[in-house]
């Protein structure tokens, strides 16, 4: 059977890319921020109504951390441009640019490394922490940036860590499965 790209949880990741455009449009209002924080919402929204009306599929998978990750990174690279941030805070995002390819990778079949595609706390956090950055950055208190960046730092290592901890996992798996 194929799977609906047009469904409700779909439509509120896809609904984060204008929320995304209009935050930075906004940025520094009062409507600005609710909408930041209304896109902040669907992002657990989606999963919750994609698992209660059992409409999770292996497409809103791929499609909410994508959706995900191009919300906080349209919002930060303005924010990153305006507040003349370090350019250091961009590896950032390097986990998002790397998650995103290599989930779009995946979906249309480009490559199939053996890794299962899931939520993992570890990226549960680290969207915390970017959500947390991104409303930080919101306000522009030069004071609150430093905090925020130190945060990003953090969130780094915390995906490093966990990638290097999935890969070597996966390869353990792999060693197994060849016997």
Known sequence: MKERVLSVPNLFSFSR???????????GTQLGLFLLMV???????????ARATGRTSKMGAIIDPVFDRLFVLIIFLSAY???????????????????????????????TLP???KARMSGKIITCIQFATLIIVFFGDVNLLGIAIFWLNISFV????????????????????GM
Request: charged content about 15%; overall charge negative; proline content about 3%.
């Open 17 to 27: 890319l204008p929320l995304a455009f209009l935050v930075v449009w906004l940025l």
């Open 115 to 117: 890794i299962e595609f």
């Open 158 to 177: 915390v995906w490093v860590i966990d990638t290097i901890v999935v890969l070597h996992k996966s390869s353990m798996q792999n060693c197994g499965r």
């Open 39 to 49: 896109g902040i919402l669907t992002d657990g929204i989606d999963g919750y109504v």
């Open 81 to 111: 441009e305006l507040y003349d941030f370090p350019a250091y805070s961009l590896l950032f995002f390097l986990r998002d640019v790397i998650s995103s390819v290599a989930s779009l990778f995946h979906w249309f079949g480009l490559y």
